[in-house]
Structures are given as structure tokens and as C-alpha cells.
């Protein structure tokens, strides 16, 4: 893989908007108006249409993008692509409900998937059902996690454009000095709690472990796993309660031994930059990553080996984080040209090239199969790991309700890490606040 940056990569581990953001968002609609693709029907004298993409992408994202729209226009020269947008992918979803506000929006945005439920309540979204079935790869070739993080209410609101999964990547050199022998697939979260704490060693600032200590969606899309592995889910049968209850308090009690073991770093920034830093100088054995981590542990030399997340069960289990090409409706001509772009986006041939530039998983079973995916499996140490971890990985959700039960877990989680709160009294409170929001109407 492609070097890749976090701030290349701004995706859904960063930051969590709250969907109180939406009203905020739109009071300050006119604000961003300027900056929109505007309400123009986009068709030129010629018969070219333009549409607008708001892409999100920083750096190696963004040089991968503009190669592949330069590909598109070429075979398309119909259809024009202008990239834009001006703010990052974890600022999208208040730079878009507020252009909508104001009635002036771009024709596709860059939307994380635990945003997607929130900004599909808008009429200017484009219901993509249609578009997906008919596409040359056959919708049933892409990963579950992808279907499903596009999903809403049984209908298709966007195209996705990213994948990825979560694992443990270890420090071997770390390993070796403690004479312990690497994990290996079907381990125990017990077994991950003791080997963090038999390679922690505080006097000589060395971490068994990290985890993001902020509380935002890096903090709280970890834990997800390990509810999962243990029967409950994000929001119960009944629609009106969270289904962690119980399975939540067990979960932080990892969390919580991890904590009084001292062998846990709390990254206390956003981002986890100063997490992911500590592993690469060689003071962490194992960080639960996702495989846009990889290039810069190759990049810090370090001599590593990724094995799949612990379970409690012994069974496979991961998440996925999918984000999304959301097309928003600016009349025929540009919807249909927005719709073809995404389609093309979508499809093995390209989807490869933006695996491998800037640093995705592959989207279909499809991509996966071609040379070019193969190579760089093979070359990339792990890779495969993160890559066999799509079939059986899960997604949060596309529930309205998401950034508030995030939230609320975010904080217990944070409390549990630093000691605040034991996994009971955390869970108690994070319940109380998330039940709380599943009764708001929607």
C-alpha cells in the first residue's frame, strides 16, 4: 500500500458529529452558500454536464481521486467532474446539511456511514437502489459490510466508497524480548489482557496496549466488537432501548483490567495520532488498527504481524467502518451523470486503483479476485488479514439515533479507561442517555 497519512485519511476514526449538529449546521446554512455547485441545471451549450463532488480527501486521497476523474472524463467526455469542497471528510456533514439548508449543494459528498441515516432524511437525497441492481458487478459481490452501511430502510441512499475491518498489529521485536509467542487467530480477550500486561513495563514507558481515551467514534467503534462477540447489539429488537445493557458492562470490563494493569495508553487526543506514535517507536506491542495503519508501521521499520481481534467466543469477529458517495438531486441531467461517475467509481476495475493509492479495502469479492489486489496482498505484510476479516465483519447500524448512543458509550468508556467509573456505574449512566435519545421521534 500507498503511504497514507491520518490526515489523508480523515475517515470515520477521527471524529463523531452528534446529529445535533444538523440544526446547527443549518442556521449557518447561507454562511457556505458561495462555496456550493449551485442549482443550475449544469448542461453546456455542447451537451456536457458538470457536476460537483465534494471529496473530503487530503494528500495521497486526493492525488487518487483526481487521477481517477481524469480517467472518468476521458472515457466520459460528456460528463465533467469538479472536486471541491473545502473542508475535510469529518467536517462534510455540517458543510452539506447546511448547503442544503440554503438550497445550494453539490451533486456527490464524501458522508461517513454512521452519518448516512441522518442525511438521508433530506428529499434532495438520491435513492440509489435502482442504480446498484443494475450495475455491471452484481450487487450480492460486495462485502455484507458494504451493502448494509449504504442501507436505509431497505433502500439504497448511497454508493460505497470505502472499506476496512479492525485487527491487532503487533510489535515482533517486543514479543521476542519478553519471550512470549505471537497471538494467533481464535484467541481470547483474556489472553489479550495478559499479554498486554506481560509486555508492559512502566518503568521504561512501555504499553501492552492503546486505545483512543477521547471519547468520539475512534474511542467507541472498538467496543462494538466485543458487544457483538457477546450477544448484544447497538439498538435492541424493541427499536426504543440500546442492546448492550448487559453485554456493555462486560465488554469494559477489559477495558477496566486493561486500566488497573496500567498497561493501556489513553491517547487523550483526537485522532490517535499520539496513539498510533507511541507504537511506532517501539514503546506499544499491540494496536487494534484497521489497514490504513499499515503503511506508516512499514514506513517506521517496524517488524510487525497482524492477527485477527480477539473474541470471547472463539468465533471470528470484526468491525467494518464503511463511508459512502452520497448523490444529492440537482435536477436530471446532473443526477443521471452523478449516478454514472459513482457507478464507475464502484466497479472493480477502479475501485482496485483506489485500494491500493489511497488505501481501502476492496469493495467487492470482485476486486478482491483481480491480479492487481493479489500483488499487493501479497506484498503487503498482514493486508490478507484485514481482507479475510470482510466476511465475517459487522456493521454499526444506520440508525439516526447512532451519534447520540455513541456519545453516551464514549463517555463510559473514557471513564472506565481513566478510572472514573467502574464498567457498572459507566454502563448505567451510558444506557440512561442513549435510551433517552432512542425515544426522541425521528
Not at 469538479?82 to 440554503?102: H, P
Not at 436505509?152 to 485487527?167: E, H, I, M, T, Y
Not at 485500494?355 to 498482514?382: F, K, M, N, V, Y
Not at 451510558?430 to 425515544?439: F, G, H, K, S, T
Amino acid at each position: 500500500m500507498q503511504a497514507v497519512t491520518r490526515s489523508a485519511r480523515p475517515g470515520r476514526r477521527v471524529v463523531l458529529r452528534a446529529g445535533a449538529g444538523l440544526a446547527t449546521a443549518a442556521a449557518a446554512g447561507t454562511a457556505v452558500s458561495g462555496c456550493a455547485a449551485g442549482r443550475d441545471d449544469g448542461v453546456g451549450a455542447d451537451g456536457t454536464v458538470t457536476i460537483e463532488m465534494w471529496h473530503g480527501q487530503t494528500d495521497t486521497g486526493k492525488k487518487a481521486l483526481e487521477s481517477l476523474v481524469a480517467s472518468f472524463m476521458r472515457s466520459h467526455p460528456r460528463i465533467r467532474v469538479r472536486l471541491g469542497g473545502g473542508v475535510l471528510a469529518d467536517a462534510m456533514l455540517q458543510k452539506v446539511t447546511a448547503a442544503l439548508a440554503a438550497g445550494s449543494y453539490p451533486d456527490i459528498a464524501y458522508i461517513f456511514g454512521s452519518d448516512l441515516a441522518s442525511v438521508a432524511r433530506s428529499p434532495q437525497i438520491v435513492d440509489l437502489t435502482d442504480t446498484v441492481k443494475s450495475a455491471p458487478t452484481p450487487w450480492t459481490s460486495y462485502w455484507v459490510p458494504a451493502r448494509k452501511a449504504v442501507t436505509v430502510n431497505g433502500r439504497v441512499r448511497a454508493a460505497p466508497a470505502l472499506l476496512d475491518s479492525l485487527a491487532v498489529v503487533c510489535n515482533k521485536k517486543l514479543f521476542r524480548q519478553a519471550g512470549l509467542p505471537l497471538p494467533e487467530a481464535g484467541w481470547r480477550w483474556d489472553d489479550f489482557v495478559a499479554t498486554a500486561k506481560a509486555l508492559t513495563d512502566p518503568g521504561g514507558g512501555r504499553f501492552g496496549t492503546g486505545w483512543p481515551g477521547v471519547g468520539d467514534e475512534d474511542t467507541v467503534w472498538r467496543m462494538w466488537p466485543l458487544i457483538w462477540d457477546l450477544g448484544g447489539d447497538v439498538v435492541a429488537d424493541d427499536g426504543k432501548h440500546v442492546g448492550f445493557a448487559d453485554t456493555g458492562t462486560r465488554a469494559l470490563e477489559v477495558l477496566a483490567a486493561l486500566a488497573r494493569d496500567k498497561s493501556v495508553y489513553v491517547d487523550p487526543k483526537p485522532g490517535s495520532e499520539q496513539m498510533y506514535q507511541v507504537f511506532m517507536s517501539g514503546r506499544m506491542a499491540m494496536a487494534v488498527t484497521g489497514p490504513w495503519q499499515l503503511p506508516d508501521i512499514r514506513q517506521a521499520e517496524i517488524d510487525y504481524h497482524v492477527v485477527p481481534l480477539p473474541s470471547f467466543s472463539g468465533r471470528p469477529m470484526t468491525i467494518s467502518g464503511p463511508d459512502t458517495w452520497t448523490v444529492f438531486d440537482n435536477g436530471d441531467a446532473r443526477t443521471e451523470a452523478a449516478k454514472t461517475f459513482v457507478s464507475w467509481l464502484m466497479q472493480p476495475g477502479q475501485d482496485v486503483r483506489w485500494d491500493i493509492e489511497a488505501g481501502s479495502l476492496p469493495l467487492s469479492r470482485r476486486t478482491r479476485d483481480l491480479p492487481d489486489w493479489q500483488r499487493e496482498e501479497s506484498g503487503t505484510e498482514g493486508l490478507g488479514v484485514f481482507t479475510k476479516a470482510l466476511d465475517f465483519a459487522r456493521v454499526r447500524p444506520v440508525h439516526a439515533a447512532y451519534p447520540q448512543i455513541s456519545r453516551a458509550l464514549g463517555q463510559a468508556v473514557v471513564a472506565v479507561l481513566l478510572g472514573r467509573s467502574s464498567p457498572t456505574e459507566a454502563l448505567r449512566a451510558c444506557a440512561a442517555d442513549a435510551n433517552a435519545a432512542l425515544l426522541i421521534p425521528r
